[in-house]
């Protein structure tokens, strides 16, 4: 069970906008700023968002994250195969003193 | 570019002992906490342990409190994870990974960059 909770699995098709929720409380994403990370099966993870909305050098805007209160978003526009992935939201508990993840969502282009 | 190799794993068995590497490069590691995740076959991440850039703050996930020690010898670039006790609930693949900032352990977490990964197997 996450501290986190993300859907286990989303899908589009190509071209399309999907978005992944994040749910937490107050003593983590409440309070603290928010990560996102794609996994592609047999890679590791690689880091798309920070700082709640922020895009690392060479992540296409097609990325995008935001946050309010107690849940984050990430969002992928025009969605391409290449895109199919797992996703997971992160963040610091100040209860828990510790990183949290969520549990990670599928996201499928069909 | 900045670059993360991890290396230490094997096979062990339940109860012994064993010591993961991630040597650092192409970056000012001294100036950067570092982090272990893990993730077990065909499950999702599981955060470790975080150390700050000084070594002087450490921090870990409830399900290794206690039998796992995370360090670092910036003279070398290195970090290291010991794991102790092991179980066979530890097998997986271990991440280190850097940090955006010098602490880790605060409200602006972010792990950046990351190594590719060493499997540790706990099995009898």
């Known amino acids: 069970q996450s501290v986190l909770t993300q859907p286990p699995s989303v899908s589009a098709a190509p071209g399309q906008k999907v978005t992944i929720s994040c749910s937490g409380s107050s003593s983590n994403i409440g309070n603290s700023y928010v990560s996102w990370y794609q996994q592609i099966p047999g890679t590791a993870p690689k880091l798309l968002i920070y700082?709640?909305?922020k895009r690392p050098s060479g992540i296409p805007d097609r990325f995008s994250g935001s946050k309010s209160g107690t849940s984050a978003t990430l969002g992928i526009t025009g969605l391409q195969t290449g895109d199919e992935a797992d996703y997971y939201c992160?963040?610091?508990?100040?209860?828990?003193?510790?990183?949290?993840f969520g549990g990670g969502t599928k996201l499928t282009v069909l | 570019q900045v670059q993360l190799v991890e290396s230490g794993g094997g096979v062990v068995q339940p109860g012994r002992s064993l010591r993961l590497s991630c040597a650092a490069s192409a970056f000012t590691f001294r100036s950067y906490a570092m982090h272990w995740v893990r993730q077990a076959p065909g499950k999702g991440l599981e955060w470790v342990a975080v150390?700050?850039?000084?070594?002087?703050?450490?921090y870990y996930g409830d399900s290794v409190k206690g039998r796992f020690t995370i360090s670092r010898d910036n003279s070398k670039n290195t970090l290291y994870l010991q794991m102790n006790s092991l179980r066979a609930e530890d097998m997986a693949v271990y991440y280190c990974?850097?940090?955006?900032?010098?602490?880790?352990?605060?409200?602006?977490?972010?792990?950046?960059?990351w190594g590719q990964g060493t499997l540790v197997t706990v099995s009898s």
């Open positions: 700082d709640n909305n």
């Open positions: 150390i700050s850039y000084d070594g002087t703050n450490k």
């Open positions: 990974a850097r940090d955006g900032g010098r602490y880790g352990g605060n409200s602006q977490v972010s792990m950046g960059y």
């Open positions: 992160g963040t610091w508990d100040s209860s828990l003193s510790a990183v949290v």
